[in-house]
């Protein structure tokens, strides 16, 4: 690559680290429900028919990483030992077990160089990714695949080369925690955005707006492979607006004059940014029924699998839109095998993009079959109706209608007669909706910071994240979604990290010796919802369960390392401790404790 020698070309080697089952039989013999933490509803072991009923487990932070278990051995043996007592087992593990097992993600270690012309365009960037996948490889390369095309995020890179190594090594095994790779590609681009900016002596905001993706490119084609098969086409977004609307919400334009007035009282204080682009909605598929029973109750099966996401008020809220109920008369069922043959669960924010559809063409279609019932019955045409209030009513005379319940038991048919009109029986549908590609959300967070440099302690002063995944069905859903998504990031990026001794043995096994952050440290989030709208399905939607960490690490980062720049300190690692921010100040930490 000859553009590496011709221009300004900067190099950064960075490291970025990190680091129970339930069964009964209860249904019928060869029959028995599963109570995991978290899973996908996914391919069962032909060991037994399993009737999956996860246990709400708040959030999303193990998700993905719990989902892997299932498929194991002490799954199997855990319903195993229920069929052969014929009475509950549960089986858990204590919380230095659970250290010592459960599988872990984010250790990396990257070495990049990004060469930019004189206005700051980037020309290109290359690099080496080594990626630890600990003793085995349940989910092949996954993670590595996924962070490599993570890394151009929202900007127009040239040329791109990648080197990507995927390294056994005798750690706890690797596989997917909330942001599944692709926090560490953002953080690695923007630490390298950041120095593009600090080397030209340009304001970093400027240094992203000259190489962002604009609006009129898309959908736009990067040029390599994600994990799903399909080329990285981003289908919609607005990287300036949504950028520009996390900088004005955080106050950014003011920032050096708030600095200054610090400085003066012997305070650092910093500023940092981030933006990341994410692929959601992974396929194939997920598939959900919406029944209208003669009772006129409604319910919803789909093989999505929550674990704290409010899955079941965003299904029935698309539901609702289109039968003309209240969302809360419709009833719910999530992975339950014994109702739902086919889906594949919860992960990689999928569930609005896949469930969320395969709900909103299956109650189209059932509000189309309530019309073409009800039209017979009140003989008028279908367009003169409407759903409303759980009934089928013309739009000319709101009071003459039929119940849902009476429409579903003419649908349900009678004993002898034929089904008029070439109907299918009772008043339901099921869809699988299946997506071609990704729909990609994307995201831009400022972190503004005081760090003290006696301690090392870092208090995030500011937060603010700029959020688009295309229509928001339930914004109060997005909101926790996102705002947990940051206290993840908040986790990763100052306190989480994994400790092994020389023959990786695990040191850190109980929460005094692995830290998570406290409700103290998680600050306030502002929040800017942006809607783009996906083409990519009917709904409009794109996912929303990772982005809250996915960009909030690399924004941290880059806030601690604007707060020490009058030291000189250089950041080029994840997390950044207190420990390690004092190690990193050397003398002048030294100083200010004498």
């Not at 933490?37 to 999303?60: D, I, L, S, V």
């Not at 924010?349 to 073409?372: D, F, I, Q």
């Not at 937060?463 to 979604?481: E, F, K, L, S, Y």
Request: aromatic letters at 6%.
């Amino acid at each position: 690559l000859p553009f590496f020698h011709n221009n300004d070309d900067f190099e950064e080697v960075i490291f970025y680290h990190k680091g129970s089952f339930f069964s009964r039989d209860n249904i019928h013999p060869g029959m028995m429900t599963v109570h995991p933490t978290g899973f996908t509803h996914g391919p069962h072991p032909k060991a037994f028919n399993a009737a999956t009923k996860p246990m709400a487990a708040g959030g999303k932070a193990e998700t993905d990483e719990v989902a892997v278990m299932i498929d194991t051995r002490d799954a199997i043996d855990v319903a195993m030992a229920a069929q052969l007592l014929g009475r509950p087992v549960k089986w858990i593990s204590d919380r230095r077990e659970d250290f010592m097992t459960t599988h872990q993600e984010r250790d990396q270690y990257w070495d990049m160089e990004i060469a930019v012309d004189a206005s700051a365009k980037i020309i290109g960037v290359r690099g080496q990714l080594i990626h630890e996948t600990g003793a085995y490889t349940p989910w092949g390369i996954v993670l590595p695949w996924i962070t490599a095309t993570t890394v151009p995020g929202p900007y127009v890179i040239p040329h791109l080369k990648l080197d990507v190594l995927s390294v056994f090594t005798n750690k706890i095994q690797t596989t997917p925690v909330r942001g599944a790779g692709r926090p560490e590609a953002v953080t690695v681009m923007e630490r390298l955005m950041d120095r593009v900016a600090r080397e030209l002596k340009l304001d970093r905001a400027e240094v992203r707006r000259r190489n962002f993706i604009q609006p009129s490119q898309m959908p736009y084609k990067v040029g390599i492979i994600f994990r799903d098969g399909r080329p990285v086409t981003y289908d919609s977004g607005n990287y300036p607006a949504c950028l520009d609307g996390a900088l004005k919400k955080s106050d950014y334009a003011n920032f050096p004059a708030r600095q200054a007035v610090a400085r003066k009282d012997g305070r650092y204080i910093g500023i940092g940014m981030a933006i990341a682009v994410e692929a959601t909605g992974l396929g194939p598929y997920e598939s959900a029924t919406v029944r209208v029973a003669t009772s006129g109750r409604i319910t919803i099966y789909t093989g999505a699998s929550p674990q704290g996401q409010a899955h079941k008020t965003t299904l029935a809220q698309i539901a609702a839109d289109q039968l003309g109920v209240d969302y809360t008369d419709i009833d719910v069922v999530t992975s339950d095998t014994a109702a739902v043959a086919l889906g594949m669960g919860t992960f990689a924010a999928r569930t609005a993009v896949n469930a969320g559809n395969s709900v909103h063409v299956a109650a189209m279609e059932v509000a189309a079959k309530a019309k073409k019932i009800a039209a017979g019955m009140m003989e008028c045409l279908e367009d003169d109706l409407e759903l409303a209030g759980g009934h089928v009513r013309l739009k000319s005379a709101p009071d003459v209608k039929k119940p849902l319940r009476e429409i579903a038991a003419r649908a349900f048919g009678m004993p002898g007669f034929s089904m008029a009109g070439g109907l299918t029986p009772g008043l339901e549908h099921t869809a699988h909706f299946t997506p071609d590609q990704s729909a990609y959300s994307n995201s831009a967070q400022v972190a503004e910071v005081e760090v003290d440099i006696e301690t090392g302690e870092v208090k995030i002063l500011r937060h603010t994240v700029a959020h688009d995944c295309g229509r928001v069905i339930n914004p109060m859903v997005v909101d926790g979604q996102v705002v947990g998504g940051v206290a993840h990031g908040v986790g990763n990026a100052l306190y989480e990290q994994l400790a092994f001794d020389e023959n990786a043995q695990p040191l850190s096994t109980n929460f005094g010796e692995y830290l998570l952050p406290m409700a103290t440290d998680v600050p306030h989030v502002d929040l800017v919802h942006l809607e783009t709208p996906s083409p990519l399905n009917p709904l409009g939607v794109k996912g929303a369960g990772e982005g809250g960490t996915i960009s909030a690490i690399g924004a941290i980062i880059s806030a601690v390392e604007n707060a020490l720049e009058p030291f000189g300190v250089r950041i080029a690692e994840a997390p950044i401790t207190p420990m390690r921010i004092v190690e990193l100040l050397g003398e002048h930490a030294k100083g200010r404790t004498a």
